[in-house]
């Protein structure tokens, strides 16, 4: 059992991982005749042709600290972006890959009113909200071929706890 | 000055202009070992090739009721799907091309926790929150070619008043 401290979320620090998805360091467009802001293009979602991107809606529970993590996954085709629906933070876990399989994990905590974008074939934890609805928007691929690796370490990291 | 009335958003009434993003509907698959349900590709967002989607933030003054509807845009190269941010319901003018301009026009008001998305090139009015932060996810065509096409009518609409 081993203790992985949550670094609050930087998009520096996550540039490896994906995308900080938020508009505190954009410069926007004025558009709508000047009723609206946009900050665009915040995402990459380069993805493989054979299929397409798609919305679709995540409801998951919520979890709670400490946060036991033992399996990450990554989609080979794909990227995966979380929009929170309710504006809430959210715990993101990730893992540099190392020859194939996962290093040694890093948990962030967003910011409110902040999504996230793992990127194509990076290795990250399920989704894992800590407050609110549990509901997410979700831009990702949508093809036949299969879009899913997973990695269970045999042994259990402990997310937002101290060593007892 | 002609009135426009309000009506609730309806998948079945909103299908020609574009999907209603929702999941009181559908039939979620059960992921991430029984912790999550996944509302699957919820949008239809084709789009022409010569670009890609993106993800960027809409930050949307909000507007009151009555709204003064007299601007219409569309856009040919893609969609754009409007998915609040802080799960408020917001106003949606659209309506039907008739020999390549817009004819008369309709309002929807969403449900709470529900997305829009346009489809490439239905005539819609601007972003129109009436409650909240103003602020949305949006789905849209990145690229390089023009891709908006405004109609302004020489009278304005007035949504959501009766006559006086």
Redesign the interface.
């Known amino acids: 059992m081993k203790n992985i401290e949550i670094e609050p979320m930087d998009a520096d620090a996550f540039a490896e991982f994906g995308d900080v998805?938020?508009?505190s360091r954009?410069v926007?467009t004025t558009?709508?005749?000047g009723?609206?802001?946009?900050?665009?293009?915040?995402?990459n979602?380069a993805h493989d042709s054979s299929g397409?991107?798609?919305?679709?809606?995540?409801?998951?529970?919520l979890?709670t600290l400490p946060y036991e993590l033992d399996?990450v996954e990554r989609h080979p085709l794909g990227p995966q972006?979380f929009?929170?629906?309710?504006?809430e933070a959210f715990l993101v876990t990730v893992a540099r890959d190392v020859g194939g399989s996962p290093g040694h994990p890093r948990a962030f905590l967003t910011q409110r009113?902040t999504?996230v974008?793992i990127r194509r074939n990076a290795w990250h934890g399920?989704?894992t909200p800590l407050s609110g609805?549990g509901?997410f928007?979700?831009?990702d691929w949508?093809g036949e071929s299969g879009n899913l690796i997973e990695h269970r370490w045999p042994e259990v990291w402990i997310v937002g706890e101290e060593c007892i």
């Open positions: 998805i938020e508009c954009g926007p558009i709508n005749e009723m609206c802001q946009r900050f665009s293009d915040l995402a979602l397409r991107l798609g919305v679709s809606i995540f409801r998951s529970r979890r399996l972006a929009l929170p629906m309710d504006g009113w999504g974008n399920v989704l609805t509901l928007w979700v831009v949508i």
